[in-house]
Nanobody, 127 residues
Framework: QLQLVESGGGLVQPGGSLRLSCAASAFTLDNYAIGWFRQAPGKEREGVSCISTNDGSTYYADSVKGRFTISRDNAKNTVYLQMNSLKPEDTAIYYC????????????????????WGQGTQVTVSS
């Protein structure tokens, strides 16, 4: 089972920035889709952004387009989520997930129990 460890969450003021990291324990991440999901209190978990380890294709939820950027460092088996212009509604626990052989659209469109999941990192946007 692939293990994922998130880091980089914290408290930030509206308009601020954070960068989340997701480190994967695997010899190789070839042909994986890796994504960031979030779950706010009282809401369902939703896909935020996903990236393909093969071709770098990306997917963003409409709510974060233009503000968040996902990237990968294949040599470090790490995926990043740069979050700019943060809003209070971005407050949530952010989870990293990975699944072999899925497109970024499929990966981000559902919360699959077949994916590998990290433990989550809290992001709080508040003044």
């Amino acid at each position: 089972q692939l293990q994922l460890v998130e880091s980089g969450g914290g408290l930030v003021q509206p308009g601020g920035s954070l960068r989340l990291s997701c480190a994967a324990s695997a010899f190789t991440l070839d042909n994986y889709a890796i994504g960031w999901f979030r779950q706010a209190p009282g809401k369902e978990r939703e896909g935020v952004s996903c990236i393909s380890t093969n071709d770098g294709s990306t997917y963003y939820a409409d709510s974060v387009k233009g503000r968040f950027t996902i990237s990968r460092d294949n040599a470090k088996n790490t995926v990043y989520l740069q979050m700019n212009s943060l809003k209070p509604e971005d407050t949530a626990i952010y989870y990293c997930a990975a699944r072999w052989g899925r497109t970024v659209q499929v990966m981000c469109s559902s919360v699959s129990p077949l994916a590998s999941w990290g433990q989550g990192t809290q992001v709080t946007v508040s003044s």
